[in-house]
């Protein structure tokens, strides 16, 4: 099993370009999430799917889109890139809400 | 509004001593309490979990302690050694919170040898 896997590792874009982070996980888990991480601020939920066709809105969800159309893929949009959004992301699953999560490597995003 | 606050923000240990984390919570509603480790350029990897219904659990070097009243968890991490330097996050979930974990802010584990 490859776990949970992203893509890109590293992605440097300009202001108001638009662009698509793409996790997926071959563990069959129904539950899936989107997390920033940013110094000194811990992991922040920005979006999560508790199966294929329902999406939640989490702690910090502007400026960010969601959507799950199969168990596997959860893909994070940016619509519109901002500063603000410069972050490391990350994807994480798990069987069901109450159980372990297991992250995947990780997205180093810039925006300039 | 951050729900799980830990200290401290960084941390340095000499091998074989004692680390120690701390984080405290304020929705009495949390119900489970995992410690995840995260290496540089890696995803964070639970490391450790309780429940409130114990106090105390350990699992080889690393034990966490639980004060109920206090609002309170601390990551206990004996014998360290470089191998440990690392990130740690506690968080914490319960059914107010649709069980979705909040994390705390992280401590910067440094290990000298």
């Known amino acids: 099993n490859a776990g949970v896997t992203q893509t890109p590792k590293f992605q440097v874009l300009k202001t108001g370009q638009s662009m698509t982070l793409q996790c997926a996980q071959d563990?069959?888990?129904?539950?899936m999430s989107w997390y920033r991480q940013d110094p000194g601020m811990g992991l922040r939920l920005i979006h999560y799917s508790v199966g294929a066709g329902i999406t939640d809105q989490g702690e910090v969800p502007n400026g960010y889109n969601v959507s799950r159309s199969t168990t596997e893929d959860f893909p994070l949009r940016l619509l519109s890139a901002a500063p603000s959004q410069t972050s490391v992301y990350f994807c994480?699953?798990?069987?069901?809400?109450?159980?372990?999560?297991?992250f995947g490597p990780g997205t180093r995003l810039t925006v300039l | 509004q951050q729900q799980v606050k830990q200290s401290p923000q960084s941390l340095i240990v000499q091998k074989g001593g004692i680390s120690i984390i701390n984080c405290a919570y304020e929705?009495?509603?949390?119900?489970?309490f995992p410690w995840y480790q995260q290496f540089p350029g890696k995803g964070p990897a639970l490391l450790i979990a309780i429940r409130p219904d114990v106090s105390e659990k350990k699992e080889g070097r690393f034990t966490i302690s639980f004060n109920k009243s206090a609002k309170q968890f601390s990551l206990h991490i004996m014998d360290s050694q470089p191998g440990d330097s690392a990130t740690y996050f506690c968080?914490?979930?319960?059914?107010?919170?649709?069980?979705?974990?909040?994390f705390g802010e992280g401590t910067q584990l440094t290990v000298n040898p």
């Open positions: 994480a699953s798990s069987l069901d809400l109450t159980d372990t999560q297991y």
């Open positions: 929705n009495t509603a949390f119900d489970y």
């Open positions: 968080a914490a979930s319960g059914e107010t919170s649709g069980s979705r974990l909040t």
């Open positions: 563990m069959n888990h129904e539950y």
